[in-house]
């Protein structure tokens, strides 16, 4: 998923954007702006996700620009930060139909609990019916492409794949549905991917969900069924299964080693 971060002061910008850890929510790209103007180039360059914006800024003001973004990208969810406690205030950023709100100065543990939650309702949004609306967030490859724009080589049509497992490590990865969006059949997908990378696809698939589990092991306090859950491991047993036999470590004694 790919965030935006808006405020006009830009200590404060990055020190928003290094005080989360944006990839354990799921956010593979965090990108920022300084003031409508900007904010609404990136949206114009590419789906944007959630946009997390200051209210107050010089020129619009961050909930006229909210306003804006409801309208022309209904896909795109939008959390406001402000030092307004008033009622009145709130109920306009809610007519708004902002996600939610935090209070300035900003309670983080506040903020990663809407991002956690935000994380779980667009796990229950994408479907297969919202694949090819995803692929619009991977970059195209510099090799020619087809008419539609599909990877015309093998290697690219397996770096295609393999950008958007990367991308979506958390939901179900059926390997017809990973063909048809290089338009190809299984089988054949199947074969190229081994021949390119040396693995089955379910193998490559497994390698990248334990890489991000243990990423989120070391670096979160989540809990190890709630790691498993985001990183696309329905049952607990066989994710500490695989992870053990990938790493040597159950979850718990590799959280207890690396966590930093």
């Given at each position: 998923?790919r ?5 006009d002061?830009?200590?404060a ?7 989360v ?5 799921g ?17 114009a ?6 946009v997390l ?5 010089p020129?619009e ?6 306003e804006?973004i409801?309208?022309?990208?209904p ?43 935000f994380a ?8 297969r ?9 991977i ?11 599909i990877?015309?080589s ?12 990367q ?16 338009h190809?059949?299984?089988?054949h997908?199947?074969r ?34 709630y ?11 066989y ?15 590799y ?6």
């Amino acid at each position: 998923m790919r965030i935006l971060l808006i405020d006009d002061e830009l200590v404060a910008l990055n020190n928003l954007k290094k005080r989360v850890d944006w990839l354990a929510y799921g956010f593979t790209e965090v990108l920022t702006a300084q003031d409508a103007d900007q904010a609404r180039q990136i949206l114009a360059d590419g789906h944007i996700d959630l946009v997390l914006s200051d209210i107050e800024m010089p020129g619009e003001s961050g909930l006229a620009l909210v306003e804006s973004i409801n309208k022309d990208y209904p896909d795109t969810e939008s959390i406001i930060i402000t030092c307004h406690a008033d009622f009145n205030y709130i109920k306009k950023a809610m007519k708004a139909k902002v996600l939610d709100y935090v209070l300035k100065p900003i309670d983080y543990t506040e903020l990663k609990t809407l991002l956690a939650q935000f994380a779980e309702q667009r796990k229950r949004l994408i479907s297969r019916d919202k694949l090819e609306l995803i692929l619009q967030q991977i970059q195209p490859p510099t090799e020619p492409v087809d008419r539609e724009g599909i990877p015309i080589s093998p290697e690219d049509r397996i770096e295609f794949i393999k950008q958007f497992i990367q991308r979506n490590l958390r939901e179900k990865l059926y390997v017809e549905d990973l063909a048809r969006l290089v338009h190809i059949n299984d089988q054949h997908l199947m074969r190229i991917f081994k021949k390119e990378t040396g693995m089955s696809l379910t193998q490559y698939i497994n390698e990248q969900r334990l890489l991000m589990a243990g990423h989120l092991l070391k670096h979160s306090d989540y809990n190890i069924n709630y790691v498993a859950d985001l990183v696309g491991f329905e049952n607990l047993s066989y994710f500490t299964r695989l992870f053990k036999k990938n790493t040597g470590f159950t979850p718990s004694e590799y959280r207890h080693r690396f966590a930093e």
